[in-house]
């Protein structure tokens, strides 16, 4: 008999790759990560209702667990970013940044 490739599990890798990479802008990788969660709970599905028919479960496993690892850091960014936030203010922190920004401008020049 021959084995199939279950569906997506390249699509569920490169997801949850991109969940972990794009944690820098502010937790908005959570976004990859869901989906990539919920493409590999099906295609999961799909391998336990027949796994004799499928090899490659093994990226299924694999791109189901950066996704969640994707998510619990997302979800720590978040809850930084939602404190800092608060704790500080909208306008001092976009203060301190424009200041930053401005430093970082000139240090760049000269």
Same mark, same amino acid.
């Given at each position: 008999?021959? =084995?199939?490739?279950?569906?997506?599990? $390249?699509?569920?890798?490169?997801?949850?790759?991109? $969940?972990?990479?794009?944690i820098c #802008? *502010?937790?908005?990788?959570?976004?990859?990560?869901?989906? $990539?969660?919920?493409l590999a709970?099906?295609?999961?599905?799909?391998?336990k209702m027949?796994? &004799?028919?499928? $090899?490659?479960?093994?990226?299924?496993?694999? *791109?189901?667990?950066?996704?969640?690892?994707?998510?619990? #850091?997302?979800?720590?960014?978040?809850?930084?970013?939602?404190?800092?936030?608060? =704790?500080?203010?909208? &306008?001092?922190?976009? &203060?301190?940044?424009?200041?930053?920004?401005?430093? *970082?401008?000139?240090?760049?020049?000269?």
């Amino acid at each position: 008999m021959r =084995t199939k490739k279950l569906p997506n599990s $390249s699509l569920i890798y490169i997801l949850s790759m991109l $969940s972990c990479f794009v944690i820098c #802008l *502010g937790g908005f990788g959570i976004i990859p990560a869901i989906i $990539s969660y919920y493409l590999a709970s099906k295609s999961e599905g799909i391998y336990k209702m027949n796994p &004799d028919n499928y $090899s490659n479960f093994g990226t299924i496993k694999k *791109g189901k667990i950066i996704a969640v690892i994707g998510i619990v #850091l997302n979800i720590i960014v978040i809850g930084i970013t939602i404190w800092t936030l608060s =704790t500080i203010g909208w &306008d001092a922190w976009s &203060d301190e940044f424009v200041r930053k920004w401005n430093e *970082g401008m000139q240090n760049g020049r000269g």
